[in-house]
């Protein structure tokens, strides 16, 4: 401005263009061009409002949503995998936050861990039905049985394709994890069970459908091992689905079904944990003497909660569940089990177990179930497993309680 027009312009009038002048420095300093260049600059680009959640930086968010994200002006957990180092929650979300694995195909290892944590290639033996037995099972160059796949001692047995896997697995020793892509099974001709468990080997499976060609029970446990069955599915064995005499066993998540010897037996010890279970379908009008459980506990602890024990047939003895100690076992289905060749059925519960807040009966109609053992809307189940119990999710992943209460068995209704 010229020094002259200066001059003569009052005092009063002098002020005001100062004033004005500060006014518009500060306006440019908090305009939305200025604070989108300048998100650290929180003292002239505070966040939109004072509410919690909202931010302009990093400087602003702290433990567990340390990160800004600058689209909506809120403190997220993640914005990349990078940003996620839980190895239980390596994934970063549409939502901005850490979660865990569901599927193999989320991991650069096409190895998703039951516990959501992905594999590292380099802890992998891969297996395929068109496989050779050499090497060392890497992923270029998978080999063709799991037994090989064991021997190179990788923590790791990832079975990847498809088809089926005619093998006698017998493990009874070191720590192993075998998880195999949808679809793949695994059988056997002969005599032997598919899956042998023994000694002081410990065990976990998750993935694999288990199925029986020859005869005895499809899967067995022995010993003092352990061994974890999760997301499966264990049909069509002579013998029994699993069987035990001996040894931790733990299942979740499977299906056991349509097994002549039964479903699953424990016997002569050991302890079981068993949750989110459908045993359906099991044992032989002309033979056996239990179809659905027969639960036999060393020393505990031991479970059984959460489980759909339906339509198992046994000639004489019992249908559904027997059990010799004492122990209660809440929130389950165990419901249409028929004794013989009649027509009549029965819910078939004997021994010392109690069922506290369970569906124990012999007209299956008041819980509407599927054909697949889910239940459905207006099912008798629905918010009734009111027994206390940690377990928070159901047989198919999703959280319990999706109601005012927990369902009984196996399937929480969506």
Known sequence: MDLAILRRIPLRGFRGIIVAWVLLAGCEKHSALYCEKHPSDTVNCPPADSGAGTCSGNAQCMTPTPICELGSHTCVECLAPTDCTSLTAPLCANDHACHGCSNHTEC????????GSCALEADVAYVTSNGND??????????????????????????????MITENVSISSGIVTILADPGIKLTESSNNPELSVSGSARVEVSGLDITNNGGNACVTLANTATLTLSRLRVSGCSGSGISTTGGSLTVSRATVQMNSGGGIRIANGGTFDITNTFIVKNGNSGSGTTAGATLVCASGPCRFEFNTVADNVARMGVAGVACDFTFQAPNNIITHNVIGSGTGTEADTL????????????DPSPLKLTTDFHISAGSSAIDQALTASPVDVDRDGDHRPQGAAKDQGADELQ
Request: glycine residues 14%; aromatic residues 4%; contains cysteine.
């Open 134 to 163: 050499n090497g060392t099972c890497d992923r270029a160059a998978p080999c063709r049985t799991i037994g090989y796949a064991i021997g190179t001692l990788q923590p790791v047995v990832k079975l990847v394709g498809g088809g």
């Open 351 to 362: 021994g010392a177990c109690t069922y506290p807040t369970s569906a124990i009966q012999a």
């Open 108 to 115: 650069l290892s096409a190895a998703c861990l039951p516990d």
